[in-house]
């Protein structure tokens, strides 16, 4: 693949555009403290990064014994995460001066539901360069690793699938692009990323440099 036959570039977004990952598990930590789960932001961050969100509270239960309703958890969650979004969130370091130089067509594919997108991405800033281009796991039926989510946003996009690349920041979202065969630029930025050695994985530490990364494309 070359520069020129990249027809989309599919962000995800908790930890690769917006600076959430922290947010999120501290949010995990602040609900489950509530009923007394002896859980901490460094099991949260090693254990529960990038899945299904009912999945990461079913287990979570499960590791701390806690027989609790999932629906009325998901939403105590999501209230909590949206009161630390509003005080705390800002773009990924690098993203805003990344998206002006990428020249590519861009969507966002996230595991979250559209709403919460539209939510984190207004917060920061970065909402007007992907509206009408939000695609979430909610609306395909799909959670990466599944690729049925990439190949919904390709679809959403009008483009190949084949002729898009990745740029995520869990595993489960890197092992989505490598199932759907198309190269992925795996964010890493500290301890807590979990490398990919894979042929399709380019793994990179600064935003900034992933526009020349897309040029070197092959």
Known sequence: MTPKTIECVIFDCDGTLVDSEILCNQGLVNVFTRYRALITLEECLTKYKGGKMVEILTAICGDHHLSLNLAELEKEYREELRQLFDKYLTPVNGVPLMLEKIQMPICVASNGPASKMEHTLGLTGLLPRFEGKLFS??????????????????????????????VEDSVPGV???????????????????????????????????LPSLLLQAD
Request: charged share 15%.
């Open 175 to 209: 092992m989505a692009g490598i199932n759907a065969g198309i190269p992925v630029f795996h964010y890493c930025r500290d301890e807590h990323s979990e490398p990919v050695n894979h042929p399709l994985v380019t793994r990179f530490a600064n935003m900034e440099a």
């Open 137 to 166: 796991a909610f609306d395909a039926n799909c959670w990466k690793p599944d690729p049925g989510l990439l190949a919904y946003a390709a679809k959403g996009m009008g483009v190949n699938l084949g002729k898009c690349v990745l």
